[in-house]
């Protein structure tokens, strides 16, 4: 089985599960920390580098207040009760996304999990958190843009390099695969700019019902891709 250098994961499907259960959305939101768990348990013990997971995009801003709340409050208890673990197993936490929006007690907790987890070399994990791939890249426009006019920069500077280098994801590999669970065939702002070239594998399971079997699926449809990156096949 070939192992990615960088999965992205969007955990897609918490809603429905929770109302096929005749419970609340926020349930399946819970529940589905305990998939998140065993994912970043399944990233160490394969030995992939880098895992992106997509936990709040900047359109989720649409749903009810509550819910919003709910997955804020969801973000903190995780950190809280995993920060411990996390260091313990030398994984490194970035949050990628939009900080200007976000109430100042969960910048302060995204802070302490980046700063504490800072010299751990082993799995990086990222959590997509008020991240959304359009906004990034025209966050990368404006500072490129402000470049430009101080003078820091020339338009002949303006390579994919640069591009790539202005994202969120500044420093980390472009994700070489990315998983859906939940059914729904699309990325949906995820990665927009870095997954030009990554596998999409969807998979038919709702998110709080992702296990490791799931994971080994994933990674053998990955597995089972020939990747060109634009070129042709060669023939040996
Ligand atoms: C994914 O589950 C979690 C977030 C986007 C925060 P959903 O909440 O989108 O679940 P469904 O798609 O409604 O089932
Ligand atoms: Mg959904």
Known sequence: MTIPTHIG?????????????????????????KSLRKLVDC???????????????S???????????FIFKLLKKFVNSDLDKLIENNVRVR?????????????TIIAKVEEKTRSNTGLNLNVAFNYGGRLEIATA???????????????????EDLVSSS??????????????????????NFLVWQA?????????VLWPQFDENWFVEALEKFSSRQRRFGGIETVT
């Open 9 to 33: 994961v969007t955990m897609d499907g918490n809603g429905r599960w929770a109302l096929a259960r005749g419970k609340q959305r926020t349930e399946g939101h819970l529940e589905g920390i």
């Open 196 to 204: 030009a070239y990554a596998e999409l594998v969807f998979l038919d």
């Open 59 to 69: 359109e989720n801003w649409r749903r009810p207040k509550s819910e919003v709340e």
């Open 95 to 107: 949050i990628l996304g939009g900080r200007d929006d976000l109430e100042p007690a969960l910048k």
């Open 167 to 188: 994202l969120f994801t500044a420093g980390l590999p472009d994700p070489d695969l990315l998983i859906r669970t939940g059914g729904e065939q699309r990325t949906s």
């Open 43 to 57: 990233a160490i013990r394969y030995k992939v580098p880098y895992l992106t997971v997509f936990s709040f995009s």
């Open 141 to 159: 426009m404006k500072n490129i843009g402000q470049d430009l006019l101080d003078g820091k920069l020339k338009i002949c500077d303006i390579t």
